[in-house]
Antibody, heavy 120, light 106 residues
Framework: QVQLQQSGAELVKPGSSVKISCKAS????????MHWIKQQPGNGLEWIGW????????KYNQKFNGKATVTADKSSSTAYMQLSSLTSEDSAVYFC?????????????WGQGVMVTVSS | DTVLTQSPALAVSPGERVSISCWAS??????MHWYQQKPGQQPKLLIY???NLASGVPARFSGRGSGTDFTLTIDPVEADDPATYFC?????????FGAGTKLELK
């Protein structure tokens, strides 16, 4: 069965960076987009961007250009997202989600989420 | 960005039918999708491309719409359905989500 297992919660200092992971299993990792989504407490969902692990192509929401960098390691079927220059506005739960269907337009499987807390 | 507007909350009795609406600020073709999220959990795909039932989702859930007006219907509502329901469009860049509709039982 398809599973996306994300890394554990992070407590990080303002101005630093953090890298979170999403390990995929149960499907061919290189054949589906992997998306990243942000959810702040009490707020809705924001799409950050995606990577196609088959060729490394990426696309970002302009709002997150310079903030988020997504990568993928085909050998371990793991996607990563690095967030840089962290501020309190980056405190949120971050989900990875597989892009479903031929075009990857919807998110058919989600990781359990990683809570990132930015605090001094 | 495409703004998706949802009503904030609804309350229904078990066994009733409920419709949750999502209005897009610009056309999204049929590329509207619906998710259910319970507290402390990740969202779960219910409906993709406006009207297609995701794998394993009960047939009590259905979706319709195209262009700018979309609806998710639950009929009948069951005790397990209280949650927040989000719509998501992927036709226009960037992907955007509605703020969510919180469904409660009376």
């Amino acid at each position: 069965q398809v599973q996306l297992q994300q890394s554990g919660a992070e407590l990080v200092k303002p101005g630093s960076s953090v890298k979170i992971s999403c390990k995929a299993s149960g499907y061919t990792f290189t054949s589906y987009d992997m998306h990243w989504i942000k959810q702040q407490p009490g707020n809705g969902l924001e799409w950050i961007g995606w990577i196609y692990p088959g060729n490394g192509n990426t696309k970002y929401n302009q709002k997150f250009n310079g903030k988020a960098t997504v990568t993928a390691d085909k050998s371990s079927s793991t996607a990563y997202m690095q967030l840089s220059s962290l501020t309190s506005e980056d405190s949120a739960v971050y989900f990875c989600a597989r892009g479903g269907g031929f075009s990857g337009h919807y998110f058919d499987y989600w990781g359990q989420g990683v809570m990132v807390t930015v605090s001094s | 960005d495409t703004v998706l507007t949802q009503s904030p909350a609804l309350a229904v009795s078990p066994g009733e039918r409920v419709s949750i609406s999502c209005w897009a600020s610009e056309g999204v073709n049929s590329y509207m999708h619906w998710y259910q999220q319970k507290p402390g959990q990740q969202p779960k795909l219910l409906i993709y491309k406006a009207s297609n039932l995701a794998s394993g989702v009960p047939a009590r859930f259905s979706g319709r719409g195209s262009g700018t007006d979309f609806t998710l219907t639950i009929d009948p509502v069951e005790a397990d359905d209280p949650a927040t329901y989000f719509c998501h469009q992927s036709w226009n860049d960037p992907h955007t989500f509605g703020a969510g509709t919180k469904l409660e039982l009376k």
